[in-house]
């Protein structure tokens, strides 16, 4: 995701911060320190996919700006990582590439799209990775979890699970900037996509409408809690807790 108005964007955040830290409970504190190990890893590995993508398709811009490796502070943006500790939804630092390196195995548009995939994709894979740990926590170490360092780890565990599904849901809605528009574009008419092109700054506008007005929860949170529930439910059927 890119935002060309860094000063807009730091004053909403300002605003936002201090609304969600005025008036918080302790029990909030806890749930926000429980939450950032999931949103660090959530942010690292889904910018990591774009670069390791964008990589293996043949372009070096992302490994040449040092963004091919799994070191949070290569990946963190300030702004989409305090959203996504205090709104549910952000974005971590943009991994550049350039689609002309590409080899000629795919068109342009396609390999932005796999590349553009390839974060979300990510964050599930991390999330089915945390699930099975979840579940093996409750099958295996049941009465570690009693005690107060074992509710801190599945806390943070189940933390890591409902931020990686959010960060996939949030960045697979098809507008830009987010993943889902690239993804929607390969799929399009060579009119339908010169079309959204020439258009793309209705679609930041309809996007900033969803983001700053809180749409975007009424769009992340029955699909977030589907997944949710599905993919505990399967684990706790794989591991015999039903």
């Known amino acids: 995701m890119f935002f060309s108005d860094k000063r807009f964007l730091y004053l909403i955040l300002a ?34 996919a774009h670069a390791y993508a964008a990589t293996k398709l043949g372009d070096d811009t992302p490994m040449l700006q040092n963004r091919l490796n799994l070191n949070p502070l290569s990946h963190i943006d300030p702004i989409g990582f305090a959203l996504l500790l205090f709104v549910g939804f952000g974005w971590g630092k943009p991994v550049e590439i350039n689609p002309r390196n590409f080899d000629n ?23 089915i990775i945390f699930t099975v740990i979840y579940c093996a926590l409750f099958k295996f170490a049941n009465g570690f979890l009693q005690t107060d360092m074992g509710g801190i780890i599945v806390s943070i565990v189940q933390y890591t699970i409902v931020v990686n599904l959010g960060l996939g849901v949030f960045n697979l809605i098809p507008l830009p900037p987010l993943d889902g528009s690239k993804i929607l574009i390969n799929f399009l008419s060579y009119n339908a996509k010169q079309w959204v092109y020439e258009h793309e700054h209705i679609f930041y506008i309809v996007f900033l409408i969803i983001w700053l007005f809180g749409f975007a929860g009424y769009i992340i949170s029955p699909v977030l809690d589907f997944l949710y529930s599905g993919l505990v439910h399967i684990g706790a059927a794989i591991f015999g807790l039903l």
Request: proline content about 4%; hydrophobic content about 60%; overall charge negative.
């Open 15 to 48: 605003v936002i911060v201090l609304v969600n830290l005025m008036g918080m409970s302790q029990l909030q504190w806890l749930v926000l320190l429980f939450t950032i190990p999931g949103v660090l890893i959530a942010i690292t590995f889904h910018e990591f």
């Open 105 to 127: 195995k795919y068109s342009q548009t396609g390999g932005e799209a796999i590349v553009a995939a390839a974060g979300p994709i990510m964050n599930f894979i991390i999330a």
